[in-house]
């Protein structure tokens, strides 16, 4: 039977675990604190469990750096149920916006402002969908079915992927190319498809807010899953409407969703006034207001999953903590003690959040695709620069017979998790946050070898 370090797992979620944490939980499991308890038996409203959630959001707002404008929430549904409460909710604060000015300039004619914001709802109302990738493409198609019963145009497609690639995904068109609603409700991408290997470099530059325009409505509020590189780089949270991230790839286990939003979207309007205009309201369970105001608890929370999150959440900052740690360095003209030239002074590296993460990650990748390219005639990556996923590594070989042989050969080596989703097949080398560099090694090794057996050196 072999041991967890003889085994290298590179399956694409759930995800590894450090093995400190899962050490850590184990003994929680059986016995949290000396309790005499489980932590899983725990109330989610006991002491301990509000303890557990205000320490993990004080450690997510320390390592993202998430301003005061922004709140979190820890919710149920996974990424999917995100694809239906992006829709509910922010068709829900886009209305409120548009009830409270005809509010202001219909002097509170009840009767007016209903009309005025239903005439505006049908004229108006977009929501923007960048499909790059078979996550975006879910999304926009549950968008599709929940306001399906207002009409057919209020989904716009500003960019399919397979439009600017023979049919398939695997790269992002040029920005130049998006069709953007001129005042969408939102604008959703998914910063990292799974499934296709696809991922943003950066964020969109023509989704920047101009700061210098008096129209509330003209800057676009941006939504993005980052499911699966989520604390895998630093990202500015405040150019951000929402973000939302399933745990169960960087950041915990299965059976929580963390959703990071600005908190002026959790305004809305009564739902008699949605019900008038023939907006559903969503099931309670996805209305972020009332997961905000219960605090994250308004059903039952698996506090279990949420003390996983906050263990690796601290991992996370003590290795940021330890590249911040001051070092003694030689003075430059600038700073030299005019006594001694030759003498060093402290100084602290400024790390950027997440830094050291990222860097570890671009190593990985970087590493797997240089293999990839050393052997062009055994692997084919799937994927365009500079598009292509540090966290989903995607390539075909040349038969589907190759590739059973491959993917023979790796889980008799015990390199796991390495067949592709079962909707585009292929190889995918999922790359988190706790894959370490040494597995990453072992598979380019065992990829070598392979590509050498078929006469490709």
């Known amino acids: ?48 469990a509000t303890s557990i959630l205000a320490s993990t959001k004080a450690a997510l707002t320390t390592l993202l750096s998430i301003p005061s404008s922004h709140e979190i929430l820890f919710l149920h549904g996974g990424g999917s149920g995100e694809f239906s409460a992006v829709v509910f909710n922010m068709v829900a604060a886009w209305v409120e916006q548009r009830r409270l000015q005809a509010e202001k300039e219909c002097e509170g004619n009840e009767e007016k402002i209903l009309e005025r914001v239903r005439r505006e709802l049908k004229e108006e109302l977009r929501l923007d969908y960048l499909v790059t990738g078979s996550w975006s493409l879910k999304a926009s198609q549950e968008a599709a079915n929940i306001l399906a019963p207002l009409g057919p145009n209020f989904i716009n ?48 530059s023509i989704l920047q807010a101009d700061p210098t325009s008096s129209d509330p409505f003209s800057n676009p509020l941006v939504v993005a899953d980052m499911s ?61 207001p009332t997961i905000a105001t219960s605090s994250s608890l308004y059903n039952t929370m698996p506090i279990f999953s949420i003390w996983i999150i906050h263990k690796v959440l601290l991992l996370l900052l003590s290795a940021q903590a330890q590249a911040s740690t001051p070092q003694k360095t030689p003075n430059n003209d600038n700073n030299q003690n005019p006594s001694n030239p030759n003498s060093t002074t402290p100084s602290t590296t400024t790390t ?6 990222e860097s570890l990650s671009l190593s990985k990748s970087t590493l797997l695709y240089k293999t990839l390219s050393t052997h062009p005639k055994t692997y084919h990556p799937t994927t365009t620069p ?22 023979d050969g790796a889980e008799m080596r015990l390199l796991l998790g390495l067949k592709g989703h079962r909707s585009v097949g292929g190889i995918r080398v999922s790359n988190y946050n706790a894959v370490p560099m040494a597995d990453v090694e072992r598979l380019v090794e065992y990829m070598e070898e392979f590509a050498r057996g078929e006469g490709d050196v």
């Open 352 to 357: 950027i959040p997440l830094q050291i993460q």
């Open 157 to 204: 497609i500003a960019t399919d992927a397979r439009k600017a690639n023979n049919g398939a995904f695997g790269l992002i068109p040029d920005e130049s190319t998006w069709k953007l609603s001129p005042k969408s409700a939102f604008v959703y991408y998914c910063d990292n498809e799974t499934v296709d290997g696809v991922e943003f470099p950066s964020f969109p």
């Open 1 to 48: 039977m072999p041991t967890r370090d003889e085994v290298a797992y590179f399956g694409a979620g759930p995800a590894p675990l450090p093995t400190s944490v899962l050490t850590a939980a184990a003994a929680a499991l059986q016995n949290y604190n000396n309790t005499g308890l489980s932590l899983a038996e725990i109330s989610h409203r006991s002491p301990t």
């Open 386 to 407: 500079p598009y292509r996923s540090r966290m989903n590594i995607t390539f075909r070989l040349r038969s589907p017979q190759l590739e059973k042989a491959f993917l």
């Open 228 to 288: 699966s590189n989520f604390l895998s780089r630093h990202v500015d949270v405040s150019k951000y409407a929402v973000i939302f991230a399933g745990a169960q790839k960087n950041l915990g286990i299965t059976d929580t969703t963390v959703l990071i939003l600005q908190k002026s979207l959790l305004n809305h309007p009564p739902l008699s006034f949605l019900h008038s205009l023939g907006i559903w309201s969503p099931p309670t369970i996805l209305h972020w």
